[in-house]
């Protein structure tokens, strides 16, 4: 009798019995196990929205993911990251927010300016929303008070834009007979009014002049030192402003070239050869921003969340830079410096 007519008689033997009951566990584990795209589909999805680029904001992405770290989320292990960058174009951010919407993100990262906070708010009332701004959160209508934000929106605000006046009187203790004092600002920036207004406020109170610089753009910027080359310009603030901080190495390397003192809103520019800076740390803020975010993953509210702002700021100055312009720096301003960069 062959072996098939043993299997008719007798059915299918032990081994070959295991052998089938292998196979179709394996096969059963392979359809109830998600491959690995199916996988990462699973994890939460953290929408980051800037209005800036990945190369100019990099470092503050970086603190970001810090953050989340922090709350003990790893991208790609924890969570999952869906970047949109409108590369200075403010008028794509409210498109960029409603893709990250369409995408299901469990949460917005509304990064670089309030445009981009008032973009996220303006595409969803459910989805939390972290945000980085610069300016009042409550002034704006972005959320109903510090303490008790309200709604599906909370963040983090680096007030930088109040502490123009501080660095106007810098520039003047740094050279108590400079005259002609400008800022560069953009006037599409939501607060770009209430900052012009109120350094022309605070330079009035001394007799000085003030010029008032506008740019919106990476050639308006070229022109503006055109312009302040024009009116004799002898000393500049620059805004802070998410397009100023994406340029910030066109504006450091116009101010050398034209051997013009400046003061800017964060380190970063006296990182790159800028003369001084003096605000917050805006690193720091964006590091809040993304531990904020775990604990909102986590299940906390974002209206339980109050509104964070900075308690210190920072004040810079490059010796470097000072030197090759030619400036001594008055004993009074080393003496409250807090850094300073050979």
Known sequence: MGRSDHSALCGPCPQTMTRRSLLAGLALVAASTPSAPAQQRLLPIVGFLSSGSPRAFGKFLKAFQQGLRDQGFIEGRDV????????????????????LVADRVALIAATGGMRSAQAAKNATASIPIVFVVGFDPVKLGLVASYNKPGGNITGTTIITTQLATKR??????????????????????????????????????????????????SGDIDAAFASAVEQQVRALIVSADPL???????????????????????????????????????????????IYAGRILKGTKPS???????????????????KILGLTIPSGVLAIVDETIE
């Open 80 to 99: 999952t990251m869906s970047y949109r960058w409108s590369e200075g174009h403010f008028d794509e951010l409210d498109t960029l927010a409603r893709e």
């Open 168 to 217: 106007l009187n810098l520039l003047y203790d740094l050279d108590p007979a400079v005259r002609n004092v400008a800022i560069l600002a953009n006037p599409e920036s939501t607060s770009a009014d209430v900052e012009i207004e109120n350094v022309i406020a605070a330079a009035r109170t001394t007799g000085r002049p003030l010029f008032v610089l506008k740019a919106s753009s």
């Open 244 to 290: 100023f901080m994406a340029r910030r190495s066109q504006i450091v390397a116009l101010a050398a070239s034209h051997g013009m003192p400046a003061i800017y809103p964060f380190r970063e520019f006296v990182d790159e050869g800028g003369l001084m800076s003096y605000g917050p740390s805006l690193a720091l803020a964006y590091r809040v921003a993304g």
């Open 304 to 322: 339980e969340l109050p509104i964070e702002a900075p308690t210190a700021f920072e004040f810079l100055i490059n010796l470097k830079t000072a």
